[in-house]
């Protein structure tokens, strides 16, 4: 069983950076591939960027290549995603996700954060 909680999330103006954490419970951390997701109004729930377990591969919607980047702490239970030259478009809520050894770019994933709301104003 894993529990997870986001933050860092806010309202940020277009350009600009945030960096959402995820703290995840349990001292099993490090066996489960972590994903990001984000759902806007009306919108499905889509994948943003994952990690493996280990931290050696990352994996990023085209959306957001070069501009958002993953990473964890295994040491912390941490998973960051750092999120710099945000789009209006980027305007979600944001959550973290964790599953089995591999990532994968779908919704399948076994236990979710409530997420953290993220506005940037244009």
């Known amino acids: 069983q894993v529990q997870l909680v986001e933050s860092g999330g806010g309202l940020v103006q277009a350009g600009g950076s945030l960096r959402l954490s995820c703290a995840a419970s349990?001292?099993?951390?490090?066996?489960?591939?972590m994903g990001w997701f984000r759902q806007a109004p009306g919108k499905e729930r889509e994948f943003v960027a994952g990690?493996?377990?280990?931290?050696?591969?990352?994996y990023y919607a085209d959306s957001v290549k070069g501009r958002f980047t993953i990473s964890r702490d295994n040491a912390k239970n941490t998973v960051y995603l750092q999120m710099n030259s945000l789009k209006s478009e980027d305007t979600a809520v944001y959550y973290c996700?964790?599953?089995?050894?591999?990532?994968?770019?779908?919704?399948?994933?076994?236990?979710w954060g409530q997420g953290t709301q993220v506005t940037v104003s244009s």
């Open positions: 996700a964790a599953r089995g050894l591999t990532v994968v770019l779908t919704t399948d994933y076994n236990y």
């Open positions: 349990g001292r099993t951390f490090d066996r489960y591939a």
């Open positions: 990690i493996s377990w280990n931290g050696y591969n990352t």
